[in-house]
C-alpha cells in the first residue's frame, strides 16, 4: 500500500504559478509511473500530467503544455507540477496518482492521493 499526500494548493490569480508537491510513503518510488489529475466542481476527473518510471518521459494535457511541469525527485519519494500562467479554468481538486511499473500514463493508476484545492482567480 502506498499513500500520497499532496500539498502546495491554495488561492492565485491569473497569470500567478503554485507548485504541488506529492509525497509518497514507498522505498521504491523510483518504480512507479506517477501522474496527477484534476476535478473541476460537475465534472469528471481528468489526467493533466505524468511522469514514466523507466525513461522519465513526461506527458501532458494539450490544455497544460507549455505551462505546468512535471518532475520527481527519486531521493526524497516526491513528484512536483509546477503550475505557470495560471487561468481560471484551472480551478480544481488537483490528485496526486502511482502506479507500480507502469508503461501507461493516462489511465490504471492504483493509488490516489486525498488531493489539494487549486482556486484561480480572474
Known amino acids: 500500500q502506498v499513500q500520497l499526500v499532496e500539498s502546495g494548493g491554495g488561492l492565485v490569480q491569473a497569470g500567478g504559478s503554485l507548485r504541488l508537491s506529492c509525497a509518497a510513503s514507498?522505498?521504491?518510488?523510483?518504480?512507479?509511473?506517477m501522474g496527477w489529475f484534476r476535478q473541476a466542481p460537475g465534472k469528471e476527473r481528468r489526467f493533466v500530467a505524468a511522469i514514466r518510471w523507466s525513461d522519465g518521459n513526461t506527458y501532458y494535457a494539450d490544455s497544460v503544455k507549455g505551462r505546468f511541469t512535471i518532475s520527481r525527485d527519486n531521493a526524497k519519494n516526491t513528484v512536483y507540477l509546477q503550475m505557470n500562467s495560471l487561468k481560471p479554468e484551472d480551478t480544481a481538486v488537483y490528485y496526486c496518482?502511482?502506479?507500480?511499473?507502469?508503461?501507461?500514463?493516462?489511465?490504471?493508476?492504483?493509488?490516489w492521493g486525498q488531493g489539494t484545492q487549486v482556486t484561480v482567480s480572474s
Open positions: 496518482a502511482a502506479r507500480f511499473r507502469s508503461p501507461l500514463v493516462d489511465s490504471g493508476y492504483d493509488y
Open positions: 514507498t522505498r521504491t518510488f523510483s518504480s512507479y509511473t
